[in-house]
């Protein structure tokens, strides 16, 4: 199978539409792609531009009201457009597996993993229980899960999401499959364990000589896993190419303009500011004629690009690359890169926030047997531990760190959700952490905002737009009148760069990234000297999200206010924040400016982190470290350093019995580890350059 | 995405008028409509289609299509006290619509500010409301209706009282589920952080987004208390007599029911179709709120 060069699949000139009471929706338009043995393809596109429509056509499970129009599925020289459900039933889950984005809902939670993995084995074979069971060690042992057996006789939810994963992994791969669908599979996974699933997905072609067909919106993903890549935009590929050709000249607009929009780690915010495609992803009835992303391209012009749908063209020079626009040859993107403007960055100004030992356990009340025979009735989840750093005016202070690390806990008991258990924060000079939000002043809660992370989430669904931010400036008091608070809304919506009529909108009416622009209006509206974004971007589109990104650096700007970032990504977070604190399971275990933290000396967990950023760019060179384990529990935190269940660097058991102090490197900048700083200085960058000697230097 | 109108007055009647429009989808809605509306227009109009007094004793035991002295018919013919029994049943529509929408509302008014103290708040507030809902769910409904209607008497109102007390605490449970599914929503802590008070965010952000499950429940929940009215009727606990009743109109000729079946029939007929109608209906809102 795998010496003769016959592809594994082939999907020819395919159209799938779904049908629904409004009619038909196209949502994937001539969509044609070939995968050959032990070969990877990446998939790379926005949210509802068809990828996963396409792993389903290719599952031949479409649902109720989806349907192939036009075209052909091969797999192996059998057409599964053609096939019945017996035969599709005896190709699905032996020969094609496909992998989904959640791994708690793949698996079976009231089934232990065993069960589920002899299954597969058992139903495609006919093998006995025994060697099933061996089989499915085997594969455990080869996703690289440390204790099989214990896995093995677990149920689900007694495995972290990363274990998870990779048993779901593991399931997909027990039957040998020629052709491994993954669908968005690290999306749900913090980066560190992220790193490690990718890791693994990048051997497994190797290993088992699977083609495999990854998925996914980070093209920084794709670049590490793929050969092959396609990118697709509003139901048809714009597209394709090798990993190198097409990350070293992409030549569609769209494929260039998703680059522009992600913050690279080796970029800054005023040096080259993201830029956002502008509009958004045209609904499939909506699609123009011509070129589908006309409307928001830049080379967009009128009589050739709007004139019929055209087909992919094959770029001179290079028979794998293939792309879908008109006047690819035309563009010159340098020049246009040559025009970035870049931002001044503007003066930081007095200290605002003080925070200074804040410490917040919550009580777990235990009332087994056990616990009440040995007294120890009460626990605590110290969700922040001895917490330090200050903020100032116009300062962007990113806080960084993996779920669980104990960010949102901050922010709670910033904004008055819960109160601190010890230690303060001071706001301009004054102790909030232990008042409730209740007992603040007005002018207190004005000036203490934030932004919510799910733009699903955070408008009110029953309460029109308008209402909703006019309601914020007369709770603060900023207007009173009614008319005077309907312009003041006006302006606002002016701010955020949207349509004035929105004010009569409801949220459903509204994108994942307006409601994101509205949830930064609402934030601004009483004009609020520290603003707080959990994650605001994170659920966004890339092109979505750069705008909204930029968007929140503008007003900034503008409003002098201090930016509290808290966010897992550090390239979002290298690009647009002034300081940055690191922390794992409640501690900050490094602080300092941008580029002290980007350069050693780093604290090995910050190490670890900047190796498992994906980054999508092929030039540059990424020392790679996986780290080994989960995050321990919060209810059980290691007794010495926070980080030494999985540090790479560990130096002994000292690192085991006492917490290590801050060691202060220069001026603002600490790390909390055992390990002398001028060892660590010594430390290799993890992120280079060629030609570069050493980047964050430079 | 359809063409939005700009203006608030103008979007809701839009919504109003789609949302008539989505029911037109469900065949089992419309059903529901058509046999809620029918009964509605039927009370409304009562003075128009009724050609006898309700409570005139005018000709006993007249069978279904008799002519009248006064030259009218008796369609559904006449009780044993000689009334007529289309007059008693279109009168008894009003009885039946006025206090089951209003023991529903009242019901739900209860219910709904247990349900949201119980869930927004929690803690002993929680444990107090849900152990007092316990003790009244505990008991058999009819049991319940007969302890409240024997203290205070009977009475319309007094019914209106009896389904608060004994529905109430099932609405709270609902309410309390959504509401702590509800309460954990970023625009509840955004609100928290601008300082909105509790009742408030109870009313004003979280209530409108329960309403959908709500709507549905109540609809079925309407057709159950006419159920129940029909049931304190037929105990003789229902309206004083002789103001027609359905319920009271099959108590009243139960026992000549072998002989004079149409006597109770009509009364029961009207009872069912009524509650049809109503969890037709919630079935179609169901229906459509799934969908969309």
């Known amino acids: 199978m795998t010496d003769t060069d016959e592809p594994v699949l082939v999907c020819k000139d395919l159209c799938i539409s779904y049908y629904t009471r409004a009619g038909e929706i196209p949502a994937v338009v001539d969509f044609s792609l070939t995968v050959r043995p032990g070969e990877t393809i990446g998939i790379v596109g926005e949210s509802g531009c068809g990828k996963s429509t396409v792993a389903m056509a290719i599952m031949q499970h479409m649902g109720a009201n989806g349907g192939i129009k036009s075209g052909s599925i091969t797999f192996k020289g059998r057409d599964l457009t053609r096939l019945n459900e017996e035969e599709l039933r005896s190709i699905r889950g032996s020969e094609i597996s496909m992998i989904y984005q959640e791994p708690f809902a793949s698996l079976n939670p009231s089934l232990k993993i065993s069960t589920q993995l002899m299954e597969v084995p058992l139903a495609h074979e006919n093998i006995s229980k025994a060697e099933a069971r061996e089989r499915?060690?085997?594969?455990?042992?080869?996703?690289?899960?440390?204790?099989?057996?214990?896995?093995?006789n677990s149920y689900p939810h007694q495995l972290s999401g990363g274990q998870q994963q990779r048993a779901v992994i593991a399931m997909g791969l027990l039957s040998k499959p020629s052709l491994l669908l993954l669908d968005e599979p690290t999306t749900a996974l913090d980066v560190t364990v992220e790193a490690g699933i990718v890791n693994l997905i990048a051997d497994i072609s190797e290993k088992f000589n699977t083609s495999q067909i990854y998925i996914s919106h980070n093209l920084g993903l794709i670049l590490e896993t793929c050969d092959r890549v396609f990118v697709m935009y509003s139901g048809e590929i714009v597209e394709e190419g090798t990993i190198k050709s097409l990350f070293n000249s992409p030549r569609h607009p769209y494929t260039h303009g998703l680059f522009s929009c992600i913050p690279l780690i080796t970029?800054?915010?005023?040096?080259?500011?993201?830029?956002?495609?502008?509009?958004?992803?045209?609904?499939?009835?909506?699609?123009?004629?011509g070129c589908y992303f006309g409307p928001r391209c830049d080379h967009f012009l009128q009589g050739v690009c709007d004139q019929a749908h055209f087909q992919m063209k094959t770029v001179g020079g290079e028979p794998d690359h293939r792309v879908r626009c008109l006047r690819y040859e035309e563009i010159d993107y340098k020049q246009v890169v040559s025009n970035t403007e870049t931002k001044v960055s503007p003066e930081i100004g007095k200290r605002v926030l003080d925070v200074d030992g804040m410490k917040k356990y919550y009580e777990v009340k235990d009332s087994s047997l056990a616990a009440l025979i040995s007294g120890k009735s009460v626990r605590y989840v110290k969700a922040n531990e001895k917490l330090n750093f200050t903020a100032h005016e116009s300062e962007t202070v990113a806080i960084v760190g993996e779920s669980g690390c104990g960010k949102s806990t901050f922010a709670k008991v910033l904004m008055g959700l819960e109160t601190g258990t010890g230690g303060e924060i001071r706001h301009n000079g004054k102790e909030i952490s232990h008042i409730k939000v209740r007992d603040r002043s007005t002018e207190q809660i004005r000036s203490l905002q934030m932004v919510?992370?799910?733009?699903?989430?955070?408008?009110?669904?029953?309460?029109?737009?308008?209402?909703?931010?006019?309601?914020?400036?007369?709770?603060?008091?900023?207007?009173?009148?009614?008319k005077k608070v309907f312009d003041l809304v006006m302006t606002l919506l002016d701010t955020v760069k949207l349509p004035r009529d929105f004010y009569f909108r409801k949220p459903r009416q509204l994108s994942g990234g307006q409601k994101q622009r509205i949830g930064i209006a609402r934030a601004f509206a009483g004009n609020p000297s520290i603003v707080i974004a959990d994650e605001p971007v994170s659920a966004l589109d890339v092109s979505v999200a750069a705008a909204v990104t930029e968007l929140l650096m503008d007003i900034q700007r503008e409003h002098k206010t201090t930016l509290l970032f808290i966010s897992h990504d550090l390239s979002v977070v290298r690009y647009l924040s002034d300081r940055i604190v690191v922390m794992y399971l409640g501690h900050i275990l490094e602080r300092g400016t941008t580029a002290e933290v980007f350069a050693p000396p780093y604290h090995p967990y910050t190490e670890a982190l900047l190796s498992a950023v994906p980054i999508a760019d092929p030039d540059i060179i990424?020392?790679?470290?996986?780290?080994?384990?989960?995050?321990?529990?919060?209810?059980?935190?290691?007794?010495?350093?926070?980080f030494c269940t999985r540090c790479h660097r560990r130096i002994g058991d000292i690192c085991d019995l006492e917490l290590p102090s801050e060691q202060l490197v220069k001026d603002r900048h600490v790390i909390k580890c055992h390990i002398p700083v001028d060892v660590l200085s010594r430390i290799e960058p993890v992120i280079r350059k060629p030609g570069e000697s050493d980047l964050n230097h430079a | 995405m359809s063409k939005m109108p700009?203006?608030?007055?103008?979007?809701?009647?839009?919504?109003v008028i789609k949302s008539i429009a989505l029911l037109r989808e469900s065949w089992v809605g419309m059903i529901g409509a058509f046999l809620v509306l029918f009964w509605i227009l039927v009370a409304v109009f009562a003075p128009l289609i009724t050609q006898f007094d309700p409570n005139a004793s005018i000709q006993p035991y007249a069978r279904p299509g008799t002519l009248s002295a006064s030259g009218s018919i008796f369609w559904l013919g006449t009780d044993h006290l000689g009334r007529d029994i289309l007059s008693r049943i279109v009168w008894g529509s009003r009885t039946v619509l006025f206090y089951a929408p209003l023991a529903t509302l009242s019901a739900y008014t209860v219910g709904i500010l247990m349900g949201l103290m119980a869930g927004y708040r929690g803690g002993l507030v929680d444990d107090i409301l849900s152990r007092i809902s316990d003790i009244i769910l505990s008991f058999p409904v009819l049991v319940l209706y007969i302890i409240v209607i024997a203290t205070i008497g009977a009475s319309g109102f007094n019914i209106v009282i009896a389904i608060t007390f004994a529905s109430s605490p099932g609405i709270m449970r609902?309410?309390?589920?959504?509401?702590?599914?509800?309460?954990?929503?970023?625009?509840?802590?955004?609100?928290l952080t601008r300082g909105e008070s509790d009742w408030r965010i109870m009313l004003y952000e979280i209530l409108p987004n329960a309403r959908g499950p709500l709507i549905v429940d109540a609809c079925l929940r309407l057709g159950y208390v006419i159920i129940t009215i029909g049931v304190l009727g037929f105990l003789g606990l229902g309206l004083p007599p002789p103001d027609p009743d359905w319920g009271g109109m099959v108590n009243e000729t139960r026992q000549m029911a072998i002989v004079f079946p149409y006597m109770t029939l009509f009364p029961c007929i009207s009872i069912s179709s009524l509650i049809l109608g109503f969890n037709l209906l919630a079935d179609g809102l169901?229906?459509?709120?799934?969908?969309d």
Not at chain 1, 136 to 152: F, H, N, Y
Not at chain 1, 267 to 289: C, H, M, S, V, Y
Not at chain 1, 459 to 481: A, K, W, Y
Not at chain 1, 625 to 640: Q, R
Request: net charge positive; aromatic share 6%; with cysteine.
């Open chain 1, 136 to 152: 499915s060690v085997q594969i455990l042992r080869d996703v690289k899960i440390a204790d099989p057996e214990r896995v093995m």
């Open chain 1, 267 to 289: 970029t800054d915010k005023n040096a080259a500011p993201l830029k956002p495609i502008r509009g958004q992803l045209p609904l499939p009835f909506e699609r123009p004629l």
């Open chain 1, 452 to 482: 919510f992370q799910n733009p699903f989430d955070t408008l009110n669904p029953s309460h029109s737009i308008g209402g909703q931010i006019s309601r914020v400036i007369r709770q603060f008091g900023v207007e009173t009148d009614k």
């Open chain 1, 622 to 642: 990424k020392r790679r470290i996986v780290l080994k384990g989960d995050l321990p529990s919060a209810m059980n935190p290691p007794k010495g350093c926070p």
């Open chain 2, 6 to 15: 700009s203006v608030g007055f103008a979007a809701g009647m839009w919504r």
């Open chain 2, 174 to 191: 609902i309410v309390r589920g959504l509401v702590l599914d509800l309460r954990n929503r970023d625009y509840v802590a955004a609100a």
């Open chain 2, 286 to 291: 169901r229906e459509i709120s799934l969908r």
